[in-house]
């Protein structure tokens, strides 16, 4: 096999690096610091709480369908004073690395303006950023599957090494099957790689053991693992469909995704093509080719099977593959279009980024202020008015942002009783305008899209568009004029 060299980046290399790292954090910190926690990123919050180490691990298992390396990471943290939302500044940080280790991956198969275009690509990509301001392991998941990539590299780059330096890609595969189950997707893309290249018959054992080694902390965890499948937390993907598979690259790249497939279908014809080019070129090529279109695939045939698991967010690890891939395609054109199509690329996703942040998130921490303001108790109901999804959007985010962080459920009216107050939460233009106009409104006030008001009677109104509402009430609070529902019910009660 003739070896890769495997050299120090050039000046220009790091220098490109650097600005794609640097873009990518300025990016992410304005969302980081702005947008309140939501509802996933506050199960995951919950765990960095937990009081000791085994109550952390036990929430793990309980209401997450990860392995436990991020949590571990950002409860050590909270115990040294970090709060939950300033751990979003590990996925910043691991949101700039991984821009900057695309550039540095992509220079050693290409120019180095065509790496700095998978930078920007990285950089600006809707689900790095989205995920690249949150307390939750995706962005470190993309980034440690580039970190394995490199060790991977530098396998076939170096001779090999005792002791601890040896074992450089067992750490990584320790360090990235520990982030997130679908790591192991990127795992078996490589085996495949490994043993189907001829360049790297005399590498595959070596390789193969430190791989092997790497994954035993999964295998002690992986009881865990089999209670978190069995607890159907992927259930709400949905059955089987051609179009979202072809979306995926789309969905990592850009948030709106067009009503038309030909957009969607462009672009991955674009990344297959890049794919092409690089398997060509090199076994370095090709072991990005299957870090790009392996774990589709394989994620892809699973889904169809009928395990549903097939979710843009869990195959981000891909993405940057993907960006090279493109960033290919574009060192290949003739001069006089490469640079051209390579800038339309860059402002198109720089773009694309801006308008998505224009639809901002719903800032669920001015809405419990806002509550609190016009006087909100524990005894008091607050009826949502929204769809089925509405009702867990606001109830994880609401709990944790009132005073004394109360727990809420479902509640029913008591239409022979009466509440201290009542208080009404709705994103619906149309119904905070009905409402407004009602003549049961003491008070109301807006917060972005979403009307905030309390009620002028005491009794929660019969008809529509009362009828519509989701009542939340706090679980240990007695009251007349609220019956609550059993948490076992909630899911039919709001489906009837």
């Known amino acids: 096999m003739s070896q890769p060299s495997w050299k120090r980046p050039d000046r220009l290399a790091l220098a490109c690096a ?13 969302g980081a610091v702005r947008d309140a926690l939501w509802q996933d990123e506050l199960a995951s919050a919950h765990v ?31 115990r040294f004073g970090l709060s939950p939302q300033g751990y979003r500044a590990g996925s910043v940080l691991a949101g700039a690395l991984l821009a900057g280790g695309a550039v540095l991956v992509a220079r050693r198969l290409m120019p180095v303006w065509a790496s700095a275009l998978a930078g920007v690509l990285v950089a600006f990509g809707w689900q790095f950023v989205m995920h690249g301001r949150e307390i939750r392991s995706y962005e470190l998941f993309a980034l440690a599957t580039l970190v394995f990539a490199w060790a991977l590299l530098r396998e076939l780059a170096v001779e090999p090494r005792s002791g601890l330096r040896g074992y450089v890609l067992a750490l ?32 595959r054992r070596r390789i193969a053991r430190q791989i092997a080694v790497g994954l035993i902390p999964l295998a002690v965890w992986s009881p865990i693992l089999v209670h978190q499948y069995l607890g159907q937390r992927f259930s709400w993907i949905g059955p089987f469909t051609l179009r979202g598979v072809i979306n995926v690259y789309w ?3 850009v948030r709106v995704v067009p009503a038309s497939v030909l957009l969607p279908a462009l672009l991955l014809l674009a990344i297959v093509g890049g794919c092409a080019l690089l398997s060509r070129a090199s076994c370095e090529g090709r072991l990005v080719a299957a870090l790009c ?14 395990a549903h698991v097939f979710d843009p967010r869990n195959l981000i690890a891909t993405g940057p593959f993907a960006a090279i891939a493109l960033a290919a395609v574009a060192a290949r054109l003739p001069r006089v279009l490469a640079y051209p199509a390579a800038l339309a690329a860059a402002v198109a996703i720089a773009v694309a980024a801006v308008n998505a942040e224009a639809r901002p998130p719903t800032p669920y921490d001015r809405i419990s202020r806002l509550l609190v303001a016009e006087g909100w108790k524990a005894a008091d109901p607050i009826l949502l008015f929204g769809n089925f999804d509405d009702f867990f959007a606001y109830r994880s985010p609401l709990e944790w942002y009132l005073p004394n962080r109360p727990l809420l459920t479902l509640g029913e009216p008591e239409r ?19 409402l407004a106009r009602s003549g049961v409104v003491a008070a109301h006030s807006s917060v972005d899209h979403v009307f905030v008001a309390r009620l002028g009677v ?5 008809g529509s568009p009362w009828s519509s509402a989701h009542v939340l009430a706090v679980r240990e609070q007695s009251r007349a004029c609220v019956r609550l529902v059993a948490e076992g019910a909630i899911v039919a009660d709001l489906q009837r």
């Open 172 to 203: 990584a595969v320790a360090c990235g099957s520990l982030t997130n189950y679908f790591f192991l997707l990127s795992v078996v893309a490589a085996l495949v790689w490994l043993f189907t290249d001829r360049e790297l018959r005399l590498e």
């Open 18 to 30: 650097a600005g794609a790292g640097a873009l990518a954090a300025a990016v992410r910190i304005p």
């Open 251 to 253: 969905e990592l790249l």
């Open 416 to 434: 022979t009783s009466t509440c201290r107050a009542i208080f009404v939460v709705t994103p619906s233009t149309r119904i905070a305008a009905d």
């Open 48 to 78: 960095l709480i937990q009081a000791t180490p085994w109550g952390m691990l036990h929430q793990i298992a309980r209401t997450e369908a990860t392995p436990p390396l991020w949590y571990a990471i950002g409860w050590v943290a909270n």
């Open 458 to 462: 005491r009794r929660i109104p019969a």
């Open 293 to 306: 279109v392996g774990p589709v695939a394989l994620a892809g045939l699973a889904w169809l099977a009928g």
